[in-house]
């Protein structure tokens, strides 16, 4: 530990600009401990901070620096915590004098900009704060948008649905979903902006929310931490409220019930932070002043839980397809390996509208490469897949086609004068329809109509090449390409024990791959005009696997 801590101290006094303030030493959690200080280039100005370096170090510490540089006299400036800290995200590197170098300088950039120039970023910074638990348990509160004006000042109940709980770090956590907004009176004022699945969810409890015209922080940036601090930000008729619903759920005493606090972080959009309070033990106090009465916040500390901003921008925020995709109302046809991948990945990449269809029963030997899980046993297809989707986005419309009509319509009454017209009808509503059912019978059936666009789907065996077909009357283009062009070698197909269907053969990771690899053209075609859509192939070019072309008609 002494010679660490002898090379940490001959590094930093070797800095320009830098020295240390008190000597380096080891604390009982085998930390080093020191001051430094950093002069300023201006006026001969010193700034002086606490460090404290990690024995991670120079190894990050799980996801965040190893090293702190602290001083609460800078808390009123941007990027500095609670406790001092300063927030410096820098490049790695193993070496401990280099590193000591990048983190210096880090803490120099930001002396500049936050400290000299008092900058303020452009992006908005979530209000500080640390969540305390309610007995021992974390509480969650996810919402998203709402299309209505709240004022300021306003107040009533809010529903929520319970989910599912897990743990938060190394305590339980109990997570819930903020349905709606009601006025004092029980009546909805608005819903939030969720898919009607998530609408119809059960468990449904009560919660309170206030609507401020100011964050309810200290130095801009942190929050208050003493209900004693919100009094000047309510009304007196809130505090009335909050009397009230405490006296009217007495039998209930010991339960926790969230109060969601409002308040505007842009010209458009609204954020909330949660505090939990605890029936009986509200923090709060009546008094008559000249014969009316009066209510005020004790002396109390504020137990922060967690809140996050759900909304459909955030939600996807980090990547989401093409609008072109992402707003259309899409059909899938056939949710087997193909089928159920595409669905899933729209779903995950930000559509809001997909509805299936297939006739098949979901088996066990389905999973290995499909999108399906073995506890939901057997099954259609379809419910268990919209089930999954459902659980992914909190913004997706699921619809189920009935495969009946779509194989009444299609085949059984071919040849028949309104076939034509009874199966475009349904089909008229979709934006996008891709097919991945692999069946030929139904290719050529959809191939006599005029559908706004169809986007056909289909892998040969061992995965090896991918057809995607999505101009007009590509059926005879499709057939060719198995048929005369590609190796489909339909001797090598797996046929298992029994009388059953034999299918092609090929894994997860092999379909995936060209799906995902399709997905990801269709997409960059979507997002620019400019380019045409066009028939392709997806190429297997040797044994091995590792070198798929990407071949266009």
């Not at 602290?70 to 915590?81: I, R, W």
């Not at 979709?430 to 991945?436: E, H, K, R, T, V």
Request: charged share 25%; with cysteine.
């Amino acid at each position: 530990m002494d010679a660490r801590i002898n090379k940490i101290q001959q590094v930093i006094s070797e800095l320009n600009e830098v020295s240390i303030e008190t000597p380096f030493s080891s604390d009982s959690d085998f930390n080093i401990v020191g001051k430094i200080k950093v002069s300023l280039d201006k006026g001969g100005e010193i700034l002086i901070f606490d460090v404290r370096i990690y024995p991670e170090y120079p190894l990050k510490r799980l996801d965040t620096e190893s090293i702190t540089f602290s001083n609460t006299s800078f808390l009123e400036y941007g990027h500095v915590m609670g406790d001092g800290s300063i927030c410096i995200h820098t490049s790695h590197n193993i070496d401990l004098k280099k590193k000591i170098e990048i983190d210096i300088n880090s803490l120099k950039r930001w002396i500049v900009k936050y400290y000299l120039n008092k900058e303020n970023d452009n992006h908005y910074e979530h209000i500080i704060l640390q969540p305390k638990e309610f007995n021992n348990i974390h509480f969650s509160y996810l919402f998203t948008e709402v299309d209505y004006s709240f004022n300021k000042n306003q107040f009533g109940f809010f529903d929520y649905s319970k989910i599912n709980d897990g743990l938060y770090l190394d305590k339980t956590i109990s997570n819930h979903i903020v349905q709606n907004f009601k006025d004092p009176f029980s009546r909805i004022i608005t819903e939030c902006k969720w898919s009607n699945s998530i609408k119809q969810l059960g468990n449904k409890n009560m919660g309170l929310f206030v609507f401020l015209d100011n964050p309810p922080t200290t130095r801009k940036k942190f929050i208050i931490s003493n209900w004693e601090d919100l009094e000047s930000l309510v009304t007196q008729d809130f505090l009335k409220f909050l009397d009230n619903v405490q006296k009217n759920n007495q039998k209930i005493k010991g339960v926790p019930i969230p109060l969601l606090i409002g308040y505007k972080i842009s010209e458009v959009e609204i954020h909330w932070q949660v505090a939990i309070l605890e029936i009986g033990k509200f923090p709060i106090e009546s008094f008559k002043e000249n014969q009316i009465w009066k209510g005020r916040f004790i002396d109390k500390n504020i137990m922060w839980s967690i809140t996050r901003n759900c909304s459909y921008n955030y939600f996807f925020g980090r990547g989401k397809l093409a609008d072109k995709i992402t707003k259309s109302k899409i059909l899938i046809i056939g949710v087997g390996a193909i089928g159920s991948i595409v669905a899933k990945t729209l779903t995950r990449c930000g559509c809001t509208s997909v509805s299936i269809v297939d006739y098949d029963i979901k088996e066990p030997e389905n999973v290995c490469r499909s999108e399906y899980s073995f506890l939901s046993g057997l099954c259609n297809k379809v419910d268990d897949l919209s089930n999954e989707l459902f659980r992914i986005s909190p913004f997706v419309e699921i619809g189920i086609l009935d495969s009946s009509m779509l194989h009444f319509y299609s085949k059984i009454l071919q040849g028949v004068n309104t076939t034509k017209s009874k199966l475009q009808e349904p089909l008229d509503s979709y934006d996008l329809i891709i097919d991945c059912s692999t069946d030929n019978d139904l290719m050529y059936v959809l191939n006599q109509l005029e559908l706004k666009r169809l986007i056909t789907l289909s892998i040969t065996n061992n995965a090896k090449d991918l057809v995607c077909s999505v101009e007009p009357k590509s059926y005879d283009w499709v057939i060719n390409q198995f048929e005369n062009v590609l190796e489909n070698d339909l001797e090598d197909i797996y046929n298992p024990t029994g009388c059953w269907s034999p299918t092609f053969k090929g894994s997860y990771n092999d379909i995936n791959t060209l799906v995902q690899f399709a997905i990801r053209h269709l997409n960059l075609k979507f997002s620019d005009e400019s380019k045409a859509l066009r028939n392709f192939v997806l190429k297997t070019e040797d044994e091995n696997g590792f070198n798929i072309k990407l071949n266009e008609f």
